[in-house]
């Protein structure tokens, strides 16, 4: 059973930094394709960040609006995908959720919400002016 579980949310102060972890169980990231997407209040789910780790690269992409500030990276031996988000604003405030793909669409990595099948529960981060 593919479970993801998230950890790291809180509310920090605008150019602050958190760093985001996503537990996974059930299955082996390294032969999915992972990402972190987000909801604000009042809008709809966005593609974040997102990873793919093959068998000599890794391939990664981003939001416009976080290149530059956010990170994503995974870690096999524990089976946990993370999200570092630096110099952070208060319209990054929403909740943040991992998620896992066996296949996409197209493209060698993506951050389409509908190519993804599991999803965790999400975490909240606020972010404060």
């Known amino acids: 059973q593919v479970q993801l579980v998230e950890h790291g949310g809180g509310s920090v102060q605008a150019g602050e930094s958190l760093r985001l972890s996503c537990s996974a169980s059930g299955f082996t990231p390294n032969d999915y394709y992972m990402g972190w997407f987000r909801q604000a209040p009042g809008k709809e789910r966005e593609g974040v960040a997102t990873?793919?780790?093959?068998?000599?690269?890794?391939?990664?992409d981003y939001a416009d609006s976080v290149k530059g500030r956010f990170t994503i990276s995974q870690d096999n031996a524990k089976n946990t995908l993370y999200l570092q988000m630096n110099s952070m604003k208060p319209e990054d405030t929403a909740i943040y959720y991992c998620?896992?793909?066996?296949?996409?669409?197209?493209?060698?990595?993506?951050?389409?919400?509908?190519?993804?099948?599991?999803w965790g529960q999400g975490t909240q981060v606020t972010v404060s002016s």
């Open positions: 990873i793919y780790v093959g068998v000599r690269n890794y391939y990664t």
């Open positions: 998620a896992a793909a066996k296949s996409i669409l197209y493209g060698v990595v993506s951050l389409r919400q509908d190519d993804y099948q599991y």
